[in-house]
């Protein structure tokens, strides 16, 4: 199954048009822009392109990350700044084979031209995409990282042992039982001081993330979550 390239918060309808044409490339369809600064559809996306008007035809958009994310078992962002982060960092080569290898849907997320991804943007996101480049100029544009991401992808083989996989459950999953264990633990008290409650509900996201977690097993946490916050007769 091929992976959704998600572009988060472009700024640019040429560097989109370019991202098409190295998706194009190498046999992938499924662009999905995250809150596109100049809107979309955008008349500079095209030229660009250079005939992959199949890719922009079928871009779609999203709000928010999450929303972008929510059918997606796997997850991966890339990015050149270390992240103080609990994640797994992968080559292209690694995550490209292993989203061949998997039965699931993977979504790839990309940063804005300027800034890259927030930490916001990928404290939910299972493994962080590093490509390796001359530390005296780590630079690549964006339509530069989705080509050497789409064409490992184009190159790794299918595993034979994918059968065998743990598929872990789509983001709208996750994000379910973190918006449920974030309202029980308010509820609780948990959260304090107030001014460190972000920071909490980002460390226990990027925990929940990196455990991969089953759609079977987020039922039976969901469950878990429910029973304690249950009222307890005196």
């Known amino acids: 199954m091929e992976p959704a390239i998600i572009l988060v918060r472009p700024q640019l309808g040429m560097n989109i048009g370019m991202v098409a044409r190295a998706m194009a490339n190498f046999g992938l369809s499924d662009l999905r822009l995250v809150a596109p600064r100049d809107g979309w559809p955008n008349p500079d996306a095209g030229p660009p392109a250079a005939g992959a008007d199949h890719v922009l035809d079928r871009a779609q958009v999203f ?3 999450g929303e972008a994310l929510a059918d997606c078992q796997l997850s991966y962002a890339t990015t050149f700044r270390p992240r103080d982060l609990m994640k797994p960092v992968m080559t292209p080569r690694a995550a490209a ?3 061949r290898s998997s039965h699931g849907k993977a979504g790839i997320l ?3 031209e300027r800034s890259g991804l927030a930490t916001d943007d990928i404290v939910t996101v299972q493994t962080l995409v590093t490509i390796p480049a001359a530390p005296s100029f780590a630079s690549l544009n964006l339509a530069q990282s989705v080509l050497v991401l789409a064409y490992e992808w184009f190159l790794a ?3 034979p042992l994918a059968a065998a996989e743990r598929i872990p459950a789509p983001h709208a999953d996750l994000a379910g039982l973190l918006a449920q264990l974030n309202e029980a633990l308010a509820a609780a008290g948990y959260f304090h001081p ?3 409650t972000r920071a909490t509900r980002r460390t226990l996201a990027g925990i ?3 455990a991969r977690f089953t759609a079977d097993e987020i039922r039976t946490l969901r469950g878990v979550v429910r029973a304690l916050a249950r009222p ?3």
Request: include cysteine.
């Open 63 to 65: 709000a928010c990350v």
């Open 194 to 196: 107030p001014e460190r």
């Open 232 to 234: 307890r007769n005196p």
């Open 110 to 112: 990309f940063g804005p």
């Open 157 to 159: 083989q299918a595993s």
């Open 208 to 210: 929940l993330s990196a």
């Open 97 to 99: 084979a292993a989203i």
